[in-house]
Nanobody, 115 residues
Framework: QVQLVESGGGLVQAGGSLRLSCVPS????????VGWQRQAPGKQRELVAT???????NYAVSVKGRFTISRDNFKNTVYLQMNSLKSEDTAVYYC?????????WGQGTQVTVSS
């Protein structure tokens, strides 16, 4: 069972920045895809960003140009750099990793953006 540990969430003012980190229990290069999803109160979970094992990235339209997903293989960590944060970015952010047909999830980290 793969475990994913997220960190970096918190409270920030609108326009500010946060960087989320996700560290899996296995080697990060063994996953086909690592990504972030978020869930705001009363809303469905939605895709934020993904990065493949070859480094290809994909973003939700709502965060493109503001968020950057990256991977540091030496630190075995995936990052989500979030800039120009808006109140609508407030949500619990979940890291997930796909290996073959299996998807593993982190416990989530709260991001709150005050306007």
């Amino acid at each position: 069972q793969v475990q994913l540990v997220e960190s970096g969430g918190g409270l920030v003012q609108a326009g500010g920045s946060l960087r989320l980190s996700c560290v899996p229990s296995g080697s990060i290069v063994s996953f086909n895809v690592v990504g972030w999803q978020r869930q705001a109160p009363g809303k469905q979970r939605e895709l934020v960003a993904t990065i493949t094992y070859v480094g290809s990235t994909n973003y939700a339209v709502s965060v493109k140009g503001r968020f950057t997903i990256s991977r540091d293989n030496f630190k075995n960590t995936v990052y989500l750099q979030m800039n120009s944060l808006k109140s609508e970015d407030t949500a619990v952010y979940y890291c997930y990793a796909i290996m073959g047909s299996k998807t593993s999830w982190g416990q989530g980290t709260q991001v709150t953006v005050s306007s």
